[in-house]
């Protein structure tokens, strides 16, 4: 520091891998699906709107009630809502948002939906379009083809391009490793600053995919 001049330190390469590696340590042994849900608890979410589909069956498991993963804890299991369709199920989240009490921090918590990939991600383009003009805060999760299918494969979709225009952020993970730095991103963008809709695209091989 220099007079009224602050000059952060910045971490060496050893040190962030350090600190990296200390943060993802608390993930060991996870698939990406837990680490997924994992998120969502951390992160204060008590409701998930969403509706089924192949390439996103990972993380519905880690909701349901007699999955292994509650059997431990204290509190009862994310709440999970299945909508009449993905329209809907965002529509929904957008209401959930706008209405529900405040969180400690004094924002409202965001909307979080759950939808399969192709037709899944499209069903959403109104809704994510209705909350970017509305500042509506809301972290949308869809699935997506497995890393090595091929470009056409089965409800495969270029859903990251879809969704750019109408989003604060659209990202697709490349690794289970990503996830935790990830999810924590996309509620502070949600939630912070003009609030607003985030897309995360989960391949369904990362979902399943455990971080060593």
């Known amino acids: 520091s220099e007079g009224d001049i602050y000059t952060p330190r910045s971490l060496s390469l050893a040190d962030a891998r350090k600190s990296t590696a200390a943060y993802l340590s608390k993930y060991k042994g996870q698939s990406g699906a837990s680490i997924i849900y994992s998120k969502l608890v951390e992160n204060g979410v008590e409701v998930v709107n969403g ?21 431990a804890l204290e509190r009862p299991p994310i709440r999970w ?54 500042g509506v805060p809301m972290v949308v999760l869809c699935g997506q083809a497995a890393t ?7 409800q495969a979709a270029p859903a ?27 509620f502070f963008l949600a939630r912070n600053g003009r609030p607003g809709p985030v897309y995360v695209d989960l391949p369904k091989d990362l979902q399943n995919q455990v971080l060593d």
């Not at 509706?51 to 059997?71: I, K, T």
Request: aromatic share 8%; proline share 8%; hydrophobic share 35%.
């Open 160 to 186: 990251v391009d879809l969704t750019r225009p109408c989003t604060k952020w659209s990202y697709a993970i490349k690794s289970a490793a990503e996830l935790p730095y990830v999810l924590d991103y996309a």
């Open 148 to 154: 090595t299918a091929p470009s056409d494969a089965f």
């Open 51 to 71: 509706y089924s589909g192949g390439a996103v069956l990972p993380l519905l498991d880690q909701f349901h009630e007699n999955h292994p993963r509650h059997s």
């Open 81 to 134: 809502i299945t909508n009449s369709n993905e329209n809907s199920a965002g529509h929904i989240a957008e209401g959930y948002a706008k209405s529900a009490p405040k969180m400690k921090d004094g924002k409202q918590p965001a909307g979080v939906v759950v939808a399969t990939s192709g037709p899944g991600v499209t069903n959403l383009i109104t809704p994510l379009q209705d909350a970017i003009c509305d």
